[in-house]
């Protein structure tokens, strides 16, 4: 009854938010899900990803410093695919 009359608001997923284009370049990589970006400034953008357990594990990877196998060109095109991103948004 009180469902009803008191209908519970959709929770949106929490995002992971970061102006750093080297790292949202590694974790869109290795399959992190970028959900939107918006330009700061002429020089600055800000990248949404979904905040999961997958995204989580890839920054701590990211910033321990251990070496990780990964594929340039995996790399390199997300870097590309954010720089197009970030020129195409207002």
Do not use: I
């Amino acid at each position: 009854m009180l469902a009803t009359l008191f209908p519970c608001p959709r929770m949106s997923a929490p995002h992971y938010k970061t102006n750093d284009p080297y790292l949202a370049s590694y974790v869109l990589s290795e399959g992190a899900l970028l959900t939107g970006c918006r330009r700061l400034g002429p020089k600055k953008v800000e990248f949404r990803f979904t905040a999961d357990e997958r995204l989580h594990d890839l920054l701590r990877l990211y910033w321990s410093g251990v070496a990780t196998p990964l594929a340039p060109v995996r790399l390199f095109a997300a870097l590309r695919q954010l720089k197009s991103r970030s020129f195409t948004q207002s």
